[in-house]
């Protein structure tokens, strides 16, 4: 807006999908204090009323790795606080990539993998996977750490995905 010379509301849209990348519903915020206070108070809380097919609370007693459902947000939701509180409070899977994800895994980790596509097109890749923790000396939650290897003329890159969705493969 500022580069076009427009004076215009600010605003920030948080569109929320479902896991075919249909939209479910949004939010539209005046300035706000960012994705994890949006999630907290306006997303999560709508989720949980409106997700359907969630476990009920005996299949989440029996299975501690199951969840309600998964949220999957960019490196703004990164906060170890926020993934164990949504997991420790709710049962609630996230992933989202990882800020700063260390040093490179050697190349010999990573095994080729294919997958379909929500669109029904299959995806090659190479992925790799290690559990970590996700946080700091006193706080912070158990995660599994995957990481997928781009091949490039210029070199070779890393993405970091880190997750409490402890039951997908």
């Not at 960012?34 to 997700?51: F, H, K, N, S, Y």
């Not at 294919?114 to 946080?135: C, K, V, Y």
Request: charged share 30%; proline share 5%.
């Amino acid at each position: 807006v500022a580069s076009h010379r427009l004076c215009l509301r600010g605003v920030t849209d948080y569109w929320v999908n479902d896991r075919e990348g249909m939209p479910f519903f949004y939010v539209d915020r005046p300035v706000d204090d960012g994705l994890l206070a949006v999630l907290r108070t306006q997303i999560v809380p709508r989720l949980l009323l409106d997700v359907p097919r969630q476990p009920s609370a005996d299949e989440l007693k029996a299975n501690e790795r199951l969840h309600r459902f998964r949220l999957v947000f960019d490196r703004a939701g990164c906060s170890f606080r926020f993934v164990a509180e949504m997991w420790t409070v709710w049962r609630i899977a996230c992933m989202t990539y990882l800020k700063s994800p260390g040093p490179e895994w050697p190349e010999s980790e990573f095994c080729p993998v294919t997958t379909d596509t929500a669109d029904g097109q299959s995806l090659d890749m190479e992925l790799a996977e290690r559990g970590i923790w996700f946080g700091n000396d006193k706080e912070g939650i158990w995660c599994r750490e995957f990481r997928r290897l781009r091949r490039g003329r210029h070199g070779n890159h890393q993405t970091a995905i880190v997750s409490t969705d402890y039951t997908c493969s």
